[in-house]
């Protein structure tokens, strides 16, 4: 049975994408999704990033949303618009961070 998950994931954008300074393309942000398993939501986030030319690298934090649960404003709002909408995949705020420079 599907549940609601939240996901607390690091991402690349492709450079030039969100108006962001050259060289910040790597970053944080909060996901809110529909799915059966972590590994469901995380594979679903995944293939919907691609689509975008964006890259899941990592993930900080998956679990299911509890009924009740409060998060803060922007993610609160995230969880009542998946309720909405069984197809949903909610993007929080890209909170990026200068790329590692090379050796």
Known sequence: MEKLWKLRVEIQVEPGDLDLDPGHERGFMNVVTWADSAACAEQK???????????????????????????????????????????????????????????
Not at 53 to 64: K, N, Q, T
Not at 73 to 84: G, N, W
Not at 90 to 99: Q, R
Request: charged fraction near 25%; charge should be negative; glycine fraction near 6%.
């Open 45 to 103: 986030l995944a293939e919907y990033l691609e689509t975008f030319g964006w890259h899941l690298l990592a993930i900080e934090d998956s679990v299911p949303v509890r009924d009740g649960e409060v998060f803060g404003s922007e993610l609160d709002e995230a969880i009542v618009r998946a309720k909405e909408n069984r197809a949903a995949i909610i993007l929080g705020t890209f909170h990026s961070y200068p790329s590692p420079k090379p050796c």
